[in-house]
């Protein structure tokens, strides 16, 4: 039996449509909606595909500030949210946006500032006292004024400082932007800012900053992992978000966490509650 190559041409697609379709079909994937430094980090370059290659599935990030994080998971855009501002998830979670937090990580925050230091804080533990001497001073600040989990730590610590702060004020400037661009109008300005510990070590054009203020207990920095509430959003994922969940908080995620680390230092601390 003979083909015309016209006909040859058409039996070689439908065959390669026959297989093509269920490798297709199969092809599982979540929408993460995720503060900028678990992406700018590096930490999710190092643990995705290692889920991946477990479970099969795809997980497409979203990087921005934990506020706007959390608003694609009000809206229903996003399978997981991971972000890193405990009060605010609490409250994702009490307006039905999600039904449980789940405890994930740590690390900390840490302040920086120019080697020559004008404020005066190098070497201080005290995170308030830090920002009432760089008030007082008029030393140039940047903040990330962008609703993410840092901009909303930060502004706890200047209301806890006694210092009302807004971008009327010449020496505080608001970025609204994320964690490493930040950074580096902080370098160009040889500014003060404040940053989770894991993207300082992860960043390059540091200039003349230098970690000025650490290790007061107010700096502690946690990070939660939510599944947005198939009940409100039916076109969530449940079943692949929740395999992504479970994974983080088991005892070999944990370990993948652990492992993460930059120039021989480890930049998140797992503490899932078991």
């Excluded at 370059?45 to 997980?59: A, S």
């Excluded at 972000?83 to 994930?104: C, I, L, M, W, Y």
């Excluded at 302040?111 to 404020?119: C, N």
Aim: overall charge positive; proline content about 5%; glycine content about 10%.
């Amino acid at each position: 039996m003979t083909f015309s190559p016209n006909r040859l041409f058409a039996i070689v697609l439908a065959s390669v449509s026959l297989f093509s379709t269920p490798t297709f079909a199969q092809e599982k994937s979540i929408v993460v909606s995720s503060t900028t430094s678990t992406e700018q980090s590096g930490l999710f370059g190092f643990i995705l595909p290692i889920f991946k290659m477990k479970t099969g599935i795809d997980v497409k990030v979203v990087a921005v500030g934990t506020g706007q994080a959390l608003d694609i998971g009000r809206r229903g855009d996003a399978d997981v949210v991971f972000v890193h501002d405990k009060p605010a998830e609490e409250k994702f979670v009490s307006e039905g946006f999600a039904t449980q937090r789940n405890e994930v990580m740590y690390n900390d925050f840490v302040l920086i500032g120019p080697k020559s230091d004008p404020a005066k804080i190098a070497g201080g533990k005290d995170i308030q006292v830090a920002f009432q001497k760089i008030a007082s001073s008029s030393a140039p600040f940047v903040s990330r004024g962008d609703k993410s989990g840092t901009h909303a730590a930060e502004l706890r610590y200047w209301k806890a400082a006694g210092i009302e702060v807004s971008p009327s004020k010449t020496w505080y400037k608001e970025t609204g932007s994320g964690m490493g661009p930040a950074l580096n109008t902080a370098s160009a300005m040889n500014g003060y800012i404040l940053s989770d510990r894991a993207t300082w070590l992860t960043f390059k054009n540091r200039g003349d900053l230098v970690i000025l203020v650490q290790g007061d207990p107010k700096l502690f920095n946690q990070y939660g992992v939510m599944l947005v509430n198939p009940a409100k959003y039916p076109n969530v994922k449940k079943v692949e978000g929740q395999a992504f969940i479970d994974w983080l908080v088991s005892k070999n995620g944990q370990d993948v966490i652990a492992s993460y680390q930059v120039g021989g230092e480890q930049l998140f601390f797992p503490n899932a509650k078991k």
